[in-house]
């Protein structure tokens, strides 16, 4: 009978001591599931953001204003390829910038990022020939769309890239000066022009590169 009573007072105190720990394991293992959980919940995106888009295709256009025989190969193509005494209009006269995004994209598309340097070739207004390699790859090496656009705009907040188009290079030959530029052609959640239904597109200009001969 004292055996049994000591048998009895040790699984007693056994308990005591592992109960609390017993417990306490499966607080811990509780827990663990609502800490998991929290490590993966995803931020929503800021509207007021600005994209990050990236392209791999592009297209290109070559435009020369105040010149003779202007000529600009790119991607196997040679566009403009003006006569030797024709001369072009002035980029003023043309409409600059403004013209450029009214243009939109087109020219030569579906381009590969990068092909080789664009060659230029061509006489400014007062008869100077000059000519120019101009490396379409290292001037957009990040490969990043330019644009200034916040998330709220897009058609496809969720999938901004869904938004964008391929972008449009376009290098201009300007009397002395060749500049190139990105236009952006993004789709927008709204008319860009209030009543007009066809304009739901935003074309956004940004000059990358310029230099004078």
Known sequence: MKRKRLFFQSTLLSLSIVGPLFLSGCQMNQQTPSLSTSGTTTAV?????????????????????????????????????????????????????????????GGHINIKNFPTPAKVTWRSKDGTSHSAEIDIGKIFKDERIIHHLPLREFAFQDNPMASSDDPTIVLVVDDRTIKVYMLASINTNREQIPGNKYSYTKNELTLAYSQTF
């Open 45 to 105: 995106a800021d509207p007021n953001s600005i994209p990050v888009l990236h392209f791999k295709f592009h297209s290109f256009r070559g435009l020369c204003f105040d010149t003779y025989g202007c000529k600009v190969t790119y991607a196997g193509l040679a566009v403009p390829n003006d006569e030797p005494n024709e001369k072009t209009l002035s980029f003023a006269q043309w409409g600059g910038e403004s013209g450029l995004k009214l243009a939109g994209g």
